[in-house]
């Protein structure tokens, strides 16, 4: 059974060695809201899905935590699911997030909070130049000789980016940087859409020894925008796919003398195998390369993460605080970039030697076995109750007429209000419902199906209500859609970080 854990004894776990798993299991708007500093976010509507990628060793210390930690809360029933899914070592935060904040301890806003976090700090101590989003708009105009460098993945460029920019994600600027900036005394802007990845992707190519003037644009894209400058939507300007053999033996070596100068190991194949073979600690074997390149052939068992994103948003792929995170890639340049990044952070990162073309596999974590749900079709339902699974806005935007929306944490409450005898769950991941129907069944609903077809649809654009969509952060949710206070919001919160962070949180960063 669960065990209780109090605040002050979480807090001091956090911050000892060894491996723990904070995983907040409410769904990601109640998350974004206000959750604790190292909480990696699980919603409980994929825990079964997710968790064995996250929390990879099943005897791993595991503390989950909701709003109030109430015994027939959200952290309840996920320790109840773990714990049958034979993780050994699972707690409750008791009390949840309220305690932790009536303790004294502070909650924070937003995503990838940690991540975010660290390059403020970086900012901070490293005086990362920038310029303005005037400055670069007047350089531009004058012809000045520069590159805007965005470092963002190709899918979210897309959506806007600075005029003239080029989509180069900050995991492959130091390997590919030389052909798009070839001459020293060309000026490099990096942006992003606000902050963060513009000072990492800026201070990776300082860092990495590069003679050019090297500047992160202030506030990126969402600065440009409150300056009254036009983006540009739907550019395909891209980073050249190869790298020249006599470029690539310069980044190489630049890549090596960081390697050196910071002290970010290199591990063999031997090393790495005892690593993945280790039943007493976890270790995460990582392919940082593109999208691409991993479908083009990878080791087995590898997680794609490419770098920049890695780095940027670690939470989403590392579940267990103190494990060891082994990096791949194929030229040993990236995997070098990265883990620096990462070791900085506080992780205990290394890079594997062979790269790619290791001999070794690592051990492929099963999901966990899910009730396989009976089909039934759009016109032979009888009875049944609809259930839309969907995302929120997505019911609202047309959905099943009559079907209700619901969500994991809510579904056998609201089968119950419904007085639901039969369920249909429409959803577009079926491994979505088949997880849902778990709670159903606890709720004694056996008859529960998966609906195939369409049915008659409808719009309901105040259904559900914003105060029920616990699966949307509303946090600055339009700021790139043009709300200039929502933009300022979020570009303030950033800024913000670095002044919540207590002195434990602080010192964990080594910058």
């Known amino acids: 059974m669960a ?22 299991v409410r769904e990601a708007g109640q998350f974004g809201e206000a959750h604790l500093f190292y909480a990696v976010p699980l919603p409980y509507s994929r825990l079964e899905l997710d968790v064995r990628a996250l929390v990879p060793r099943l005897a791993t210390r595991i503390v989950l935590c909701d709003e109030d930690g109430a015994t027939d809360g959200v952290a309840a029933r996920a320790a109840r699911r773990l714990e049958a899914l034979g993780y050994s070592d699972v707690g409750i935060l008791a009390g949840g997030t309220r305690a932790w904040a009536g303790a004294g301890y502070r909650l924070f806003a937003g995503v990838n909070v940690p991540s975010k976090a660290f390059a403020e700090v970086i900012e901070v101590d490293q005086h990362t130049p920038h310029l303005s989003p005037a400055e670069v708009h007047a350089m531009a105009a004058r012809g000045e000789k520069m590159v805007i460098v965005d470092g963002r993945p190709f899918s979210e460029y897309q959506k806007m980016n600075i005029p003239g920019g080029i989509c180069c994600p900050n995991g492959e600027l130091a390997l590919r940087i030389a052909q798009i900036a070839p001459e020293p005394d060309t000026r490099i802007v990096v942006n992003c859409a606000g902050r963060t990845r513009s000072i990492i992707g800026a201070e990776t190519l300082r860092r990495f020894g590069i003679a050019n003037p090297v500047h992160a644009l202030e506030n990126g ?25 006599a470029a690539l033996r310069e980044s190489q070596a630049r890549a090596s003398a960081l390697a050196a100068r910071a002290g970010v190991p290199l591990v063999d194949d031997g090393q790495a195998a005892a690593w993945l073979a280790d039943g007493s600690r976890t270790t995460y074997l990582f392919d940082v ?11 087995p068992g590898a997680i794609h993460a490419p770098g920049g994103q890695l780095q940027q948003t670690t939470d989403q792929w590392v579940g267990t605080r103190g494990a060891r995170l082994l990096l791949a890639d194929s030229e040993g340049v990236r995997a070098i970039m990265t883990a620096d990044w990462l070791r900085r952070m506080g992780h205990d990162a290394h890079v594997l030697a062979s790269g790619v073309r290791a001999k070794r596999a690592a051990p492929v974590p099963p999901r966990p076995a899910l009730p396989e749900l009976p089909i039934v079709e759009a016109g032979a339902l009888s009875g049944e109750t609809l259930i839309d699974l969907r995302d929120s806005a ?3 935007a047309g959905h099943a007429r009559g079907a209700i929306w619901s969500i ?11 007085k639901a005898g039969r369920v249909a769950l429409i959803a577009e991941d079926p491994m979505l419902a088949r997880a849902a129907a778990l709670d159903l069944h606890d709720a ?19 259904t559900p209500p914003d105060s029920e969509r616990i699966d949307f952060l509303f946090f600055a949710h339009d700021r790139h859609q043009g709300n200039p206070e929502a933009a300022r919001t979020y570009l303030n919160w950033e800024l913000s970080l670095v002044a919540q962070l207590d002195a434990e949180e602080r010192a964990a960063f080594r910058t």
């Open 3 to 24: 065990k209780p854990v109090e605040p002050r004894t979480l807090k001091s776990w956090l911050h000892q060695p060894g491996e723990i798993a904070l995983l907040d």
């Open 221 to 245: 894209t969402q600065g440009w925008f409150l300056a009254g400058l036009e983006l540009e939507r739907g550019a395909t300007r891209r980073y050249p796919a190869a790298v020249p053999e």
């Open 289 to 299: 390369r593109t999208p691409e390149e991993f479908a083009a052939g990878s080791l």
């Open 394 to 396: 997505a019911y609202r």
């Open 408 to 418: 994991r944490p809510r579904i056998a409450a609201d089968a119950r209000a419904a």
């Open 444 to 462: 004694g609903i056996a008859s529960v199906a998966l609906l195939r077809g369409e049915l008659p649809q409808e719009k309901s654009p105040a």
